[in-house]
């Protein structure tokens, strides 16, 4: 049925769209339940049906897996399904899926971090979390914004940004160094010298 990409198929999953009610799901017939189950799960959770896979798991309450550490892996880069999944989730499981995603972002590379911080700042934004309580969040966002101010902006609103933290202070002294901007750097440098000794290289 997946495979098939046909303008029927759509029709189909727009009914099912207008006829679903919260109160007929979880299936109480347990054998009919068990068969969508396993459909969905052979059908729709791979590929390009991942997303109609995930919008029939999360309204129809259907239980694909039995982990929910095994359904975050699936969705986990996909800030649609992410997004599906929220809308349906309480605040709790909402909150649950953006400190998984800080999680990942600490432990991945360059390019997981980024997309990790940018999945859970979407997450945040789109229902309301309370910022307050995704601080990794707010202070990966300052730092990627210093990246791209710190060359177009005197030294002091740099600094004044960084609220005297020494990390970032060292973020930018490494860029402005990187861009060839050496008298910036230096003169950055040399103004917190006391906080930035063990963290920067001698010929940053």
């Not at 009610?21 to 017939?29: G, I, L, S, Y």
């Not at 390009?48 to 986990?76: H, Q, S």
């Not at 989730?89 to 940018?118: E, P, W």
Request: proline letters at 3%; glycine letters at 4%; one cysteine or more.
């Amino acid at each position: 049925m997946s495979a098939r990409k046909t303008k029927a198929f759509g029709v189909v999953l727009t009914a099912t769209k207008f006829l679903w009610a919260p109160e007929d799901w979880p299936d109480p017939d347990k054998d009919r339940a068990t068969v969508l189950t396993a459909l969905v799960s052979d059908h729709f959770l791979d590929g390009r049906d991942l997303l109609t896979g995930v919008w029939l798991l999360v309204k129809l309450k259907l239980p694909c897996f039995a982990e929910f550490d095994d359904f975050f892996d699936l969705i986990c880069d996909r800030i649609q399904a992410l997004r599906l999944y929220c809308a349906q989730a309480s605040h709790d499981q909402q909150c649950d899926v953006v400190r998984r995603l800080i999680r990942l972002a600490k432990t991945g590379d360059r390019q997981q971090r980024r997309s990790k911080f940018s999945s859970a700042a979407q997450l945040i934004e789109r229902f309301g979390l309370d910022r307050r309580a995704f601080p990794e969040v707010a202070r990966h966002k300052l730092a990627c914004w210093l990246c791209y101010v710190v060359h177009r902006v005197p030294l002091s609103i740099a600094e004044d940004y960084t609220g005297g933290d020494a990390q970032l202070l060292a973020l930018c002294v490494s860029q402005l160094a990187r861009a060839g901007s050496t008298t910036s750097a230096a003169a950055l440098y040399r103004r917190h010298e006391h906080s930035l000794r063990d963290l920067l290289l001698p010929d940053v």
